[in-house]
């Protein structure tokens, strides 16, 4: 009986050991932030002075505010761009007959594979000659061009479940195709569309690689750029400091996580990009 | 009967404008897609190409000159390519079979084998580092690997009696795996969580019933079910590794000292677009991009004829447009 | 609205569905497209409802070829097998999506869905979403957005296999019902024969894209023209088997060695076979069980179906199937006397599968 309970613990023990260092660092994370110092695991007295950055500008440093807003439009116009275009793009793809569609699918799928982090050289120059260097719209446009084959392989995945009856009723009580898309169709993959979103948003707010190569100036850094650069200033000066911004910055991306987790597993299921 | 002309000379064909709009339909759709892809894949292929091509750098902007496989061939004569190579190597090696495989199949195995919500919860927690922004998992490792006091890991060490010491300068590589590891095990763990869910319960059954024990079921049934699923994750988590440096930059940004952990991508960027070494070599870092760039394309449709061609065969059941 | 079918055909790559189907259905003509699955029977509906574009032959609409018209412009009605209600609309809404890409003012739309409501009794269901609705209720609802524009060709796919039988047989009732009111030309695709059977005016039975037989129902059952009709309409089966064709003093008569038979003059065939051998075709109702019975044979299997027995008997190696009351209770391995009513049977050459007396 004794060793039949041991045997059932075993996993269990397993995975806890293997999962504590998550656990365990996260949880720091949190407490770090409000304390005034830490040595390992132990907080030495509770302050809310790391949290400053709030109310006042960190010295040679742009508002947070003002990075924080960039951020969100950031990620939001990303979000719009890849989820618009993907939608239209998925739809074609799935359901439209043309000469090409099976080129474009292979494409779509060769593209979703393909690193894209090893063409930043090259886009570096295309931004330069199409003078969107350091805007922030140039790194929009980007972000959202690599992310729309992954973006455009789950819509269509999405599309391809929306029942074919439904489009025909559609065609023939009078809908052109374009109607049937965005009164029929659309309304019916809401959901999909809604994971894709969370997705893409939480993916441009995360960001760090295009703004850090493509943003130089002060006032068009994301947060991720901004923490970046505190990591250089401050990195064995301020740890309370630090972690209070980090958690600032991944706040969104903890309520969605909590919220929004089988939406997401969804996803990375379907849409496979390491 | 009436030739196919006089028929539909009976009949009120749709107006131009009509017509128009119904059968660009497809292109409408497709239009912003194929403009983004154009500039922002497309292009950047052939420019990596061609910059690999030229002496473009900082000094050289203005007036750029051909020069053929020059770039190439300083990159072979090198006397850090080897060593990179070897790092890069290394790293994508070791990676991939300890954790992205390895620690995604105990993963899996563990969580699907205990009650279902408990396993649900350990499989979201993990992919806790996925969803993290970079730069907050890599200030993470930073911390948890800090000098005494600071450090996480000295103070769970110093009991067993080991010095304490800033763990990313002692161990580069030992850190910057795991940091990988630890993003990287979540992709495997979901592809074979859901690979292992689809085998008939019967097989399990069965063999319970030929009396195999949990290690024999794992081995003559589950992963013998599940070969394609790891070969997916294999192939395609290898050619990520390769191209991948973004926490690496983060967390040792290729050091410490010379080249300690510097791998092929981080080169490559190194190269072209930080200021790191005073001079900004385009010309030379699109060479070395441009190899990881041949890779992908070629790793990319191989996957495409090995893994998911027949999905997208299925041709629309609607033809009036 | 007349229909013509001239020369349909429909390939998709490779694969023949509809070969060569030539077809005409009279204004307000109820027409069934029977056939088993993959016969092409939805593929010929589909290209009539312009989903589908002809690879040869034309889809004509009182006379005029309609192969480039976009399914909104020809003016028909269709009502789904998955009933193909907008899941994100209420029924009301569902009812009037026509309607609204029509334009129609609204206090119209009002008064048409309320009309078509009543009509279908789905008055109650008007703010509820599809979900919410039974099968029959879904069927309901779609019939009503097939008919609130006033179509001037109804289609139908296969509208009842989703319901469960009583409601099958109730729903039967009504569209014909429906139809016949309104006088809207109709085409029924339907895998069921007594679907077809009741409800349809003609029937085109289909198999492997080509048109078996296009006749009204109780031609289709008493002279089918091909083996494939006769062994497909009626249920049980008629029974088919071979014997040898040949002629006596005038008369045809049929051999095999464990029968023979004589052809009554009415059923002289009126071609000859391609070889000697024919497919000698018998209904389960024509034959009959009794002391008086000619034929020497011994039950071979017994399906009681409750009011009656479906009755297997062996005549040396043929085996032939007879429907009984129940109450005679029949067992396996009884030795019975059985007649065959020779003024019904059907003939077919083997080789072309033609019937030797009709076709």
Not at chain 1, 82 to 96: C, P, Q
Not at chain 1, 167 to 182: H, K, N, Y
Request: with cysteine; aromatic share 12%; net charge positive.
């Amino acid at each position: 009986m004794l060793i039949r309970r041991i045997k059932t613990a075993i996993p269990y023990a397993l995975l806890t050991v293997i999962t504590a260092p998550i656990i365990v660092s996260y949880g720091w994370l949190f407490m770090s932030s409000f304390a005034k110092r830490t040595e390992g695991l132990k907080p030495y007295g509770f302050t809310l002075s790391n949290w400053r950055f709030l109310w006042e500008p960190l010295p040679n440093m742009p508002s947070i505010w003002r990075i924080t807003a960039n951020t969100l439009a950031f990620a939001l116009v990303v979000t719009i761009l890849e989820v618009g275009i993907a939608a239209a793009t998925g739809y074609a793809l799935s359901r439209l007959h043309f000469p090409g569609r099976r080129g474009f699918l292979s494409l779509t799928l060769i593209l979703h594979a393909f690193p894209s982090v090893t063409l930043l050289i090259a886009i570096f120059y295309i931004l330069r000659l199409l003078h969107l260097y350091d805007t922030l719209l140039g790194v929009i446009l980007v972000k959202a061009s690599l992310e729309l084959p992954l973006g455009t392989w789950i819509m269509k995945g999405f599309f391809d479940n929306v029942s074919w009856d439904i489009e025909m009723a559609a065609l023939i009580d009078g809908c052109s195709r374009f109607r049937t898309w965005w009164q029929v169709i659309i309304p019916n993959i809401r959901p999909g569309i809604a994971a894709l979103s969370i997705f893409a948003f939480l993916s441009g707010w995360s960001e760090f690689l295009l703004p850090y190569i493509f943003l130089t100036s002060f006032n068009n850094w994301t947060l991720s750029v901004l923490i970046k650069r505190l990591i250089g200033d401050f990195r064995f000066v301020d740890y309370g400091l630090l972690t209070a911004v980090g958690l600032f910055y991944i706040i969104p991306v903890l309520f969605f996580f909590i919220f929004t987790q089988e939406y997401l597993l969804n996803i990375y299921t379907g849409g496979v990009k390491g | 009967m009436a030739t196919e002309a006089a028929i539909y000379k009976a009949v009120p064909r749709p107006s131009l404008w009509e017509r128009i709009r119904t059968s660009s339909a497809p292109w409408v759709f497709m239009a912003p897609a194929t403009v983004m892809i154009f500039l922002f894949f497309f292009l950047p292929v052939v420019l990596t190409i061609y910059i690999s091509m030229t002496n473009m750098s900082v000094a050289t902007f203005g007036k750029v000159v051909f020069i053929g496989l020059q770039n190439y061939i300083r990159m072979l004569k090198s006397r850090w390519t080897v060593k990179i190579l070897t790092n890069t190597g290394f790293y994508v090696l070791t990676t991939l079979s300890c954790f992205n495989v390895g620690l995604a199949l105990i993963l899996s195995l563990l969580t699907t084998h205990i009650n279902e919500r408990v396993g649900t919860l350990f499989r979201t927690l993990w992919l806790l580092p996925r969803i993290t922004p970079s730069v907050i998992y890599a200030l993470l490792w930073i911390w948890v690997t800090a000098d005494a006091p600071y450090g996480i890991v000295n103070q769970f060490l110093s009991p067993f009696g080991i010095e304490p010491r800033n763990w990313m300068n002692a161990q580069p590589w030992l850190v910057v795996i795991m940091a990988n590891g630890f993003v990287g095990a979540s992709f495997g763990m979901i592809i074979f969580t859901s690979a292992i869910k689809s085998i008939p319960e019967d097989y399990i059954r069965a063999a319970m019933v030929d009396g195999a024990s949990t290690l024999q079921r794992i081995r003559y049934v589950i992963l013998p079910m599940i070969r394609w699923p790891i070969l997916f994750v294999l192939t395609y988590q290898t050619l990520s590794l390769l191209t991948s440096f973004e926490y690496i930059l983060l967390l040792t940004d290729g050091g410490p000292g010379f080249y300690r952990t510097e791998v092929w991508a981080l080169h490559a960027y190194h190269r072209a677009l930080s200021n790191y070494f005073g001079n900004v070599q385009f010309g030379y870092g699109a060479a070395l991009a441009a190899v990881l760039v041949v890779i992908g394309i070629i790793a990319s449709i191989l996957y495409l004829r090995v893994f998911r061609f027949n999905e997208l065969v299925a041709e629309p059941k609607i033809e009036a447009l | 609205m007349e229909v013509q079918l001239e020369n349909l055909t429909k390939y998709f790559g490779k694969v023949l569905a509809v070969d060569n189907l030539n077809l005409e259905i009279k204004d307000g003509e109820f027409v069934a497209l029977l056939g088993p699955s993959g016969c092409g029977k939805t593929t010929t509906l589909l290209m009539v409802a312009g989903i589908y574009k002809p690879t040869k032959g034309y889809v004509k609409f009182n006379g005029q070829a309609v192969n480039h018209l976009l399914p909104k412009d020809r003016d028909i009605g269709m009502v789904f097998q998955s009933y193909a209600l907008y899941p994100h609309m209420t029924v009301y809404e569902n009812l009037t999506f026509p309607l609204k890409l029509k334009k129609v003012p609204a206090e119209e739309m009002r008064r048409k869905a309320q009309r078509i409501a009543d009509m279908l009794g789905i008055g109650e269901l008007m703010d509820r979403k599809p979900g919410q609705l039974s099968g029959g209720q879904q069927q309901r609802v779609a019939l009503g957005r097939a008919l609130i524009k006033e179509p001037k060709l109804l289609l139908f796919d296969e509208p009842l296999s989703n319901l469960d039988a009583r409601l099958r047989l109730a729903m039967r009732g009504e569209i014909k019902r429906l139809q016949m009111s309104l006088g809207i030309t109709s085409i029924y695709v339907t895998h069921d024969q007594v679907e077809a059977m009741t409800m349809a005016d003609r029937i085109a039975v289909l198999n492997k894209g080509q048109l078996q037989a296009y006749a009204p129902p109780e031609e289709l059952y008493d002279r089918p023209r091909t083996l494939f009709v006769a062994g497909f309409i009626g249920n049980p089966p008629m029974n088919l088997f071979e014997m040898e064709l040949y002629q006596e003093d005038d008369h045809y008569k049929l051999r095999h060695p464990d029968l023979s038979l004589a052809i009554p003059d009415s059923r002289k065939p009126r071609r000859q076979p391609s070889g000697r051998r024919v497919i000698v075709g018998l209904r389960p109702e024509d034959i009959s069980i009794g002391p008086e019975g000619e034929i020497e044979s011994e039950i071979y299997m017994v399906e009681p179906l409750g009011r009656d027995d479906i009755i297997t008997c062996k005549i040396g190696e043929i085996k032939v199937q007879t429907v009984v009351d129940s109450r005679l209770g029949y067992r396996i391995g009884d030795k019975v006397r059985i007649s065959f009513n020779m003024e019904k049977v059907q003939l077919y050459d083997p080789q072309t599968e033609l019937s030797l007396l009709w076709a």
